[in-house]
C-alpha cells in the first residue's frame, strides 16, 4: 500500500462513549493527537476528559452491565468472534491508522492488527468454558460451587501496543460477563476507540461498556472509585505503584508494570546469532517494549566480537516513517518518549559509559527519529544499567562466567524478561532455574509471547497476584466464586 499524503486523511473527531452514547468531555475540552513521524500530520483531536466525566462513565457501566451479566456464554462468545471479524476486515485501514498514531513500522503494526482478533478468539472459548465445581455433602446434599463476574472491571492500557494490550484485558473481562470501563493512553486514543467500535459492532451491548479518553485525571479517578470491583493495568511501575495503593486491599488489582531485560550471551554462543537476537528485542518498536532487551550481559573472551556485530546491525537500521518502504524502525512515540531517551544518553555518557553508536536526534525534525544507540563499559550502579529507559538504548555488560552473569541480570528492582544465549543446555536449564524473571527465553529475544502462556514478572515488574494474557489462571482475574451448600 503507497504512503497517502496527511492532506488526504481529515483529522479524525474522537468521542468518549458514556451511557451507550458517543459524546464528547462534559467541559468540551480536546486534545489534538499528530503523527510522531510527521507532525504536520494531524491524527484526530479527542475529549480531554475529567474526573467527573469518568464517575458519569463508572455509574452508567454499573448500571448497564446487568444485562451483559446475564448473557449466555454463547451470546458473550458470539460477541467477542464478530468483533474479531470487524477487525479483520478493516486489518489493512487499521493498520496504517496504528503507523500514523503510534509510530510503528507497517510490519510491526500488520503483526499487531493480525494478532488482536486471535487474542478476542481465545477470550471467546474461555466464555464457553467457564465452569464451576461440584463435591460430595455428608447429608447427601450437593456443594458446588458459582464462578460469577466480579462486576464492573476498570482497564487502563498504554500507548506501544495499542489494540494488542487492551484486547487482552477488555477480551477476558466481557468474556466472564463484566462491565467494563476502559481508559487508554492520551497517545493512542485512536485506535482504543476503533477496538469499542468493534465490540459494538459485535453486538455488545452499549451501556455494558465504557471509553474516556484522556490523561492522568480520569485514570487516577478510575481506580480510586469504590464501584470498581477490580483494577487491570499495563505501564509504567510508577504509576503501578500509585494505582496499587489507591485500589487498596478490598478489590482486586492486575498490575503488569516496567522492566530491565537482560540477553546473557555465554563464551560457547553462536555470536552471529546472539546478535540477530539482541538486536531484534532491543530495537524492534524502537525499543518501546516492557520485555526489550536492554542490557546484553557478555562473557568477556567474547565482548569484543560480539559488540562488533551488535553495533553494525544497530547501524544498519533504517529508521524512518513506517509507512515508507525499506524502514526498519519508526519514530519514537511521543516527546516526552525522545526527551526520556536523549536524557539517558546523556545520563549514560556523564556516568562513564562509552557511547560506541547513536542516540542522536536525527536531522530529520519532522518527527521524533533518534537513532538507536549502544554503549559499552557499563557498570552495575549505572543509572542506564537499573533503570527502565523504554527506548533504543542497549548498555553492554562484560562478566568472566555464568555466576557472575545471573547475578548482574538480578541486580535491579524488575524481573520481567530475560534470555541467555547458549549452546550449553545444562547451563541454560541452570539460568532458567536461578534466574528472577517471570519470562525466561533460551535462544531467543526477550520479547515475545504465545496467547495461551502465562504471563507476568517478579519483583517490580508485577503485583505477581493476578497474570496476564492467558493460561490457566488468566480468567479467575475477572470471576469470583461462590460455594453453595444444597441440603435436600
Given at each position: 500500500?503507497?504512503?497517502?499524503?496527511?492532506?488526504?486523511?481529515?483529522?479524525?473527531?474522537?468521542?468518549?462513549?458514556?451511557a451507550g452514547e458517543w459524546t464528547p468531555a462534559a467541559d468540551g475540552r480536546r486534545f489534538e493527537r499528530r503523527n510522531p513521524a510527521d507532525l504536520s500530520d494531524l491524527v484526530?483531536?479527542?475529549?480531554?476528559?475529567?474526573?467527573?466525566?469518568?464517575?458519569?462513565?463508572?455509574?452508567?457501566?454499573?448500571?448497564?452491565?446487568?444485562?451483559?451479566?446475564?448473557?449466555?456464554?454463547?451470546?458473550?462468545?458470539?460477541?467477542?468472534?464478530?468483533?474479531?471479524?470487524?477487525?479483520?476486515?478493516?486489518?489493512?485501514?487499521?493498520?496504517?491508522?496504528?503507523?500514523?498514531?503510534?509510530?510503528?513500522?507497517?510490519?510491526?503494526?500488520?503483526?499487531?492488527?493480525?494478532?488482536?482478533?486471535?487474542?478476542?478468539?481465545?477470550?471467546?472459548?474461555?466464555?464457553?468454558?467457564?465452569?464451576?465445581?461440584?463435591?460430595?455433602?455428608?447429608?447427601?446434599?450437593?456443594?458446588?460451587?458459582?464462578?460469577?463476574?466480579?462486576?464492573?472491571?476498570?482497564?487502563?492500557?498504554?500507548?506501544?501496543?495499542?489494540?494488542?494490550?487492551?484486547?487482552?484485558?477488555?477480551?477476558?473481562?466481557?468474556?466472564?460477563?463484566?462491565?467494563?470501563?476502559?481508559?487508554?493512553?492520551?497517545?493512542?486514543?485512536?485506535?482504543?476507540?476503533?477496538?469499542?467500535?468493534?465490540?459494538?459492532?459485535?453486538?455488545?451491548?452499549?451501556?455494558?461498556?465504557?471509553?474516556?479518553?484522556?490523561?492522568?485525571?480520569?485514570?487516577?479517578?478510575?481506580?480510586?472509585?469504590?464501584?470498581?470491583?477490580?483494577?487491570?493495568?499495563?505501564?509504567?511501575?510508577?504509576?503501578?505503584?500509585?494505582?496499587?495503593?489507591?485500589?487498596?486491599?478490598?478489590?482486586?488489582?492486575?498490575?503488569?508494570?516496567?522492566?530491565?531485560?537482560?540477553?546473557?550471551?555465554?563464551?560457547?554462543?553462536?555470536?552471529?546469532?546472539?546478535?540477530q537476537i539482541i538486536v531484534k528485542g532491543a530495537f524492534g518498536l524502537g525499543g518501546q517494549a516492557c520485555t526489550g532487551t536492554s542490557r546484553v550481559i557478555v562473557h568477556e573472551?567474547?565482548?569484543?566480537?560480539?559488540?562488533?556485530?551488535?553495533?553494525?546491525?544497530?547501524?544498519?537500521?533504517?529508521?524512518?516513517?513506517?509507512?515508507?518502504?525499506?524502514?526498519?524502525?519508526?519514530?519514537?512515540?511521543?516527546?516526552?518518549?525522545?526527551?526520556?531517551?536523549?536524557?539517558?544518553?546523556?545520563?549514560?555518557?556523564?556516568?562513564?559509559?562509552?557511547?560506541?553508536?547513536?542516540?542522536?536526534?536525527?536531522?530529520?525534525?519532522?518527527?521524533?527519529?533518534?537513532?538507536?544507540?549502544?554503549?559499552?563499559?557499563?557498570?552495575?550502579?549505572?543509572?542506564?544499567?537499573?533503570?527502565?529507559?523504554?527506548?533504543?538504548?542497549?548498555?553492554?555488560?562484560?562478566?568472566?562466567?555464568?555466576?557472575?552473569?545471573?547475578?548482574?541480570?538480578?541486580?535491579?528492582?524488575?524481573?520481567?524478561?530475560?534470555?541467555?544465549?547458549?549452546?550449553?543446555?545444562?547451563?541454560?536449564?541452570?539460568?532458567?532455574?536461578?534466574?528472577?524473571?517471570?519470562?525466561?527465553?533460551?535462544?531467543?529475544?526477550?520479547?515475545?509471547?504465545?496467547?495461551?502462556?502465562?504471563?507476568?514478572?517478579?519483583?517490580?515488574?508485577?503485583?505477581?497476584?493476578?497474570?496476564?494474557?492467558?493460561?490457566?489462571?488468566?480468567?479467575?482475574?475477572?470471576?469470583?466464586?461462590?460455594?453453595?451448600?444444597?441440603?435436600?
Amino acid at each position: 500500500m503507497p504512503y497517502s499524503r496527511p492532506e488526504t486523511r481529515p483529522p479524525h473527531s474522537g468521542l468518549n462513549l458514556v451511557a451507550g452514547e458517543w459524546t464528547p468531555a462534559a467541559d468540551g475540552r480536546r486534545f489534538e493527537r499528530r503523527n510522531p513521524a510527521d507532525l504536520s500530520d494531524l491524527v484526530g483531536t479527542f475529549p480531554d476528559s475529567s474526573a467527573d466525566d469518568m464517575a458519569a462513565a463508572i455509574a452508567a457501566v454499573e448500571e448497564g452491565a446487568e444485562e451483559w451479566a446475564a448473557a449466555s456464554p454463547e451470546r458473550r462468545a458470539g460477541v467477542l468472534e464478530a468483533a474479531a471479524r470487524w477487525l479483520e476486515d478493516r486489518a489493512d485501514e487499521l493498520t496504517v491508522e496504528l503507523v500514523r498514531e503510534e509510530g510503528k513500522t507497517r510490519a510491526e503494526a500488520a503483526m499487531e492488527t493480525g494478532r488482536t482478533p486471535k487474542n478476542l478468539r481465545f477470550y471467546a472459548g474461555e466464555a464457553l468454558r467457564i465452569t464451576g465445581r461440584s463435591y460430595p455433602a455428608d447429608d447427601g446434599g450437593l456443594v458446588y460451587t458459582r464462578p460469577e463476574p466480579v462486576g464492573v472491571v476498570g482497564a487502563i492500557t498504554p500507548w506501544n501496543f495499542p489494540l494488542n494490550i487492551p484486547s487482552r484485558k477488555l477480551g477476558p473481562a466481557l468474556a466472564a460477563g463484566n462491565g467494563v470501563v476502559f481508559k487508554p493512553s492520551p497517545v493512542t486514543p485512536l485506535l482504543a476507540q476503533r477496538l469499542v467500535e468493534a465490540l459494538l459492532a459485535g453486538g455488545l451491548p452499549p451501556r455494558a461498556i465504557a471509553l474516556v479518553q484522556g490523561g492522568a485525571a480520569p485514570g487516577a479517578a478510575l481506580a480510586a472509585d469504590p464501584r470498581v470491583a477490580a483494577v487491570t493495568f499495563t505501564g509504567s511501575t510508577e504509576v503501578g505503584r500509585a494505582i496499587h495503593a489507591s485500589v487498596g486491599p478490598s478489590r482486586r488489582v492486575q498490575l503488569e508494570m516496567g522492566g530491565k531485560n537482560p540477553v546473557i550471551v555465554l563464551d560457547d554462543a553462536d555470536l552471529d546469532r546472539a546478535a540477530q537476537i539482541i538486536v531484534k528485542g532491543a530495537f524492534g518498536l524502537g525499543g518501546q517494549a516492557c520485555t526489550g532487551t536492554s542490557r546484553v550481559i557478555v562473557h568477556e573472551s567474547v565482548h569484543d566480537a560480539l559488540l562488533e556485530k551488535v553495533v553494525a546491525l544497530a547501524e544498519s537500521r533504517t529508521v524512518g516513517n513506517g509507512l515508507h518502504d525499506g524502514v526498519t524502525m519508526g519514530p519514537l512515540a511521543a516527546d516526552f518518549q525522545l526527551e526520556k531517551v536523549l536524557e539517558y544518553v546523556r545520563i549514560g555518557q556523564d556516568e562513564g559509559a562509552k557511547l560506541v553508536t547513536g542516540g542522536a536526534r536525527l536531522d530529520d525534525a519532522s518527527g521524533y527519529f533518534v537513532s538507536p544507540a549502544v554503549f559499552t563499559d557499563v557498570t552495575p550502579e549505572m543509572r542506564i544499567a537499573r533503570e527502565e529507559i523504554f527506548g533504543p538504548v542497549l548498555a553492554f555488560q562484560r562478566v568472566s562466567g555464568l555466576d557472575e552473569a545471573v547475578a548482574l541480570a538480578d541486580a535491579t528492582p524488575y524481573g520481567l524478561s530475560a534470555g541467555i544465549v547458549t549452546r550449553d543446555i545444562e547451563r541454560a536449564f541452570a539460568f532458567a532455574r536461578r534466574i528472577r524473571t517471570g519470562l525466561v527465553k533460551i535462544n531467543q529475544p526477550t520479547t515475545g509471547m504465545a496467547m495461551t502462556v502465562p504471563f507476568g514478572g517478579f519483583k517490580e515488574s508485577s503485583t505477581q497476584t493476578f497474570k496476564e494474557q492467558a493460561g490457566d489462571s488468566m480468567m479467575l482475574f475477572y470471576t469470583q466464586e461462590k460455594s453453595v451448600y444444597l441440603s435436600p
